[in-house]
């Protein structure tokens, strides 16, 4: 090579360039398809405001003062209310993240009004602190609000002294560390599970090694246990490290039971493989297979899962995509397991969606590699 400067060389090398990014598909990919999409994903899919939560309410006072209350908390735009008589049916909506808190006016209540007094108690999920801050406050603003109506109405010119007293389940303290630790491993597994695997198959595309690979008298399922096995073990491993440093390091407490915590962390495998094995088998190529993984597996998983934003603050479309990132079923069980201890009326309804992602997707990837190979 030289170190003199010839535009013609120069030009002739610029037009070999240009036209290897138009042959190669990828590059748009990454130059257009790949910022439009995170551009929809951050403008649409990512919503810091709160919008209406949904809460429970139990009324166990049937005073007129207590119902009164409770029609302010039903009519505030702050709140969707689901009414009962008892905090036990509640609470496993509750831990579920069906509802995001629960108001109790207590049994008294109108007579502790009519003395002066009252206290009502407002129950949140404090392991998603941000939610439970919110509650709190506007739950707090909503008393506050019907306190002042209805001395205006009597003609007084104080409100009754009623106090709030909120509680933060599972975790009092509110660090938001009990929340994204859990998290951070369903992140940690998607990289394991499927970016890693989109490689295999494509890997033995671009060496030339699968037509001698489908030489040998090796099955089909033979062919796909030697790809998944060894990343399935290693996924457990990095689940197991990463909960024992969760523990360790950042103070996270641990509730539930190790086989739960295993079991959850099996069952999303099986999709998060498969799905990085169809990518695999589909790309042929192991640079786009990795672009493919990262836009259809890592970064749903860091914003539409739930991880860092509260799925009920987005759009509504954009929520029923939610329900096609595996992720979404995972962080609440590990959230779950850590945070609050086993709850398999959680566990199971997710572990089925899950177990039904993984068949489609080892399903679609032998019908990939089999028509690849023909």
Request: positive net charge.
């Given at each position: 090579?030289?170190?003199?400067?010839?535009?013609?060389?120069?030009?002739?090398?610029?037009?070999?360039?240009?036209?290897?990014?138009?042959?190669?598909?990828?590059?748009?990919?990454?130059?257009?398809?790949?910022?439009?999409?995170?551009?929809?994903?951050?403008?649409?899919?990512?919503?810091?405001?709160?919008?209406?939560?949904?809460?429970?309410?139990?009324?166990?006072?049937?005073?007129?003062?207590?119902?009164?209350?409770?029609?302010?908390?039903?009519?505030?735009?702050?709140?969707?209310?689901?009414?009962?008589?008892?905090?036990?049916?509640?609470?496993?909506?509750?831990?579920?993240?069906?509802?995001?808190?629960?108001?109790?006016?207590?049994?008294?209540?109108?007579?502790?009004?009519?003395?002066?007094?009252?206290?009502?108690?407002?129950?949140?999920?404090?392991?998603?602190?941000?939610?439970?801050?919110?509650?709190?406050?506007?739950?707090?603003?909503?008393?506050?609000?019907?306190?002042?109506?209805?001395?205006?109405?009597?003609?007084?010119?104080?409100?009754?002294?009623?106090?709030?007293?909120?509680?933060?389940?599972?975790?009092?303290?509110?660090?938001?560390?009990?929340?994204?630790?859990?998290?951070?491993?369903?992140?940690?597994?998607?990289?394991?599970?499927?970016?890693?695997?989109?490689?295999?198959?494509?890997?033995?595309?671009?060496?030339?090694?699968?037509?001698?690979?489908?030489?040998?008298?090796?099955?089909?399922?033979?062919?796909?246990?030697?790809?998944?096995?060894?990343?399935?073990?290693?996924?457990?491993?990095?689940?197991?490290?990463?909960?024992?440093?969760?523990?360790?390091?950042?103070?996270?407490?641990?509730?539930?039971?190790?086989?739960?915590?295993?079991?959850?962390?099996?069952?999303?495998?099986?999709?998060?493989?498969?799905?990085?094995?169809?990518?695999?088998?589909?790309?042929?190529?192991?640079?786009?297979?990795?672009?493919?993984?990262?836009l259809s597996a890592f970064l749903p998983t860091l914003?539409?899962?739930?991880?860092?934003?509260?799925?009920?603050?987005?759009?509504?479309?954009?929520?029923?995509?939610?329900?096609?990132?595996?992720?979404?079923?995972?962080?609440?069980?590990?959230?779950?397991?850590?945070?609050?201890?086993?709850?398999?009326?959680?566990?199971?309804?997710?572990?089925?969606?899950?177990?039904?992602?993984?068949?489609?997707?080892?399903?679609?990837?032998?019908?990939?590699?089999?028509?690849?190979?023909?």
């Amino acid at each position: 090579m030289t170190d003199v400067f010839r535009p013609r060389r120069f030009a002739a090398m610029l037009v070999k360039e240009s036209l290897q990014i138009a042959r190669d598909p990828s590059t748009f990919l990454i130059a257009f398809a790949l910022p439009m999409l995170l551009l929809f994903l951050f403008g649409y899919g990512i919503n810091l405001d709160t919008a209406r939560s949904r809460i429970g309410l139990v009324i166990t006072d049937h005073s007129e003062a207590a119902h009164s209350l409770a029609g302010s908390y039903q009519t505030s735009k702050w709140f969707d209310v689901v009414t009962t008589g008892a905090v036990s049916q509640l609470s496993r909506d509750l831990v579920g993240g069906r509802i995001s808190g629960i108001v109790v006016i207590p049994d008294g209540f109108g007579r502790l009004v009519a003395q002066g007094g009252g206290t009502i108690q407002v129950l949140t999920d404090g392991a998603a602190p941000n939610t439970a801050n919110f509650i709190a406050a506007y739950a707090e603003g909503v008393r506050a609000t019907w306190a002042a109506a209805r001395a205006g109405d009597r003609g007084t010119a104080k409100p009754p002294p009623i106090q709030t007293d909120p509680r933060y389940w599972f975790d009092p303290e509110l660090k938001s560390r009990y929340n994204l630790v859990p998290g951070s491993i369903a992140v940690v597994m998607t990289m394991v599970g499927t970016l890693l695997t989109a490689l295999v198959i494509a890997r033995e595309w671009e060496r030339g090694t699968m037509e001698a690979i489908m030489a040998t008298p090796l099955g089909m399922a033979e062919f796909i246990a030697t790809k998944v096995v060894p990343y399935f073990l290693l996924g457990l491993g990095s689940m197991t490290l990463c909960a024992v440093l969760a523990v360790t390091v950042f103070g996270v407490p641990f509730r539930g039971s190790p086989l739960a915590l295993i079991v959850i962390a099996s069952v999303f495998l099986f999709p998060a493989l498969g799905q990085g094995l169809l990518i695999s088998a589909l790309t042929k190529n192991q640079f786009v297979a990795s672009q493919v993984a990262l836009l259809s597996a890592f970064l749903p998983t860091l914003l539409l899962s739930g991880f860092l934003f509260e799925i009920s603050s987005m759009p509504v479309p954009i929520q029923a995509i939610t329900y096609l990132v595996p992720s979404r079923y995972l962080i609440p069980q590990l959230q779950t397991v850590f945070i609050a201890g086993d709850d398999w009326g959680l566990f199971v309804p997710d572990m089925a969606v899950l177990l039904g992602f993984g068949m489609a997707f080892f399903a679609l990837t032998v019908r990939a590699t089999l028509r690849r190979i023909a």
